[in-house]
């Protein structure tokens, strides 16, 4: 079984400059997870989606955080402008259902984004 | 209050060593599930064990074991016989109330190494 994909793997970009990244759930997983994770610190979930609908967008700089699902599979995460605290690993999670019983997610490698 | 302690930061062994990785939390909730996840320095997030809060019994799996107790509201986990591959960061996990949306509540970590 195919696990989650994320691409880039690595980005680096000028503070003020856009960066998007992308996600593919596992195959089945209903729902899907971005987390933003600073160095020595654990994942802080960014945005749930459940299919194609935002679950939970609480923790979300919507003033420059955008993400999207359009066919509640792949999903993108985009920041713009970006700014120096940006600079963190951002990983993708998928789980079969958020309600049900098997509720492990799993994640992605990660894309290690560096703002300068 | 929901909250997830893990009060080692670090810890150094030397292979073939038992270590435990201590992971105490805090919830009201009366159903919850509890999750142990490595992450090695590749950077992915893997799932290593989900414990819901009626099932006490410890668990084994190979070199890996888990000791809950809702007395003291912890889930420690301890490595047998550790090996250089074990060296990563370990992350504790809480999910309250079960069965809906709510996010993960995660531990800041407990970085291994696990020297030869």
């Known amino acids: 079984e195919a696990g989650v994909a994320q691409s880039p793997r690595y980005k680096i970009i000028e503070k003020r400059q856009s960066v998007a990244f992308w996600c593919n759930p596992i195959s089945g997983h209903a729902t899907l997870y971005w987390y933003q994770q600073i160095l020595g610190q654990g994942p802080k979930l960014l945005i749930q989606?459940?299919?194609?609908?935002?679950?939970?967008d609480s923790q979300l700089p919507k003033d420059r955080f955008s993400a999207e699902r359009l066919k509640g599979v792949d999903s993108t995460l985009k920041i713009q402008p970006a700014k120096l605290e940006d600079s963190a690993v951002y990983l993708c999670?998928?789980?079969?259902?958020?309600?049900?019983?098997?509720?492990?997610?799993?994640f992605g490698p990660g894309t290690r984004l560096t703002v300068t | 209050a929901q909250k997830v302690t893990q009060a080692q930061t670090e810890i150094s062994v030397v292979e073939k060593e038992d270590v435990t990785l201590d992971c105490v939390y805090e919830?009201?909730?009366?159903?919850?599930?509890l999750f142990w996840y490595k992450q090695p320095p590749s950077g992915e997030l893997v799932f290593l064990i989900r414990r819901n809060s009626f099932d006490e019994q410890n668990e084994i799996s190979g070199r890996y074991s888990w000791n809950f107790q809702k007395s003291t509201s912890s889930f420690n986990f301890t490595i047998t016989a550790s090996q250089v591959v074990d060296s990563a960061v370990y992350f504790c996990a809480l999910k309250p109330d079960a069965g809906n949306n709510r996010k993960l509540i995660w531990g800041l970590g407990t970085s291994l190494a696990v020297n030869p």
């Open positions: 919830t009201r909730d009366t159903t919850y599930y």
């Open positions: 999670a998928s789980s079969l259902s958020a309600g049900s019983l098997l509720y492990e997610q799993y």
């Open positions: 989606f459940q299919n194609n609908g935002v679950v939970d």
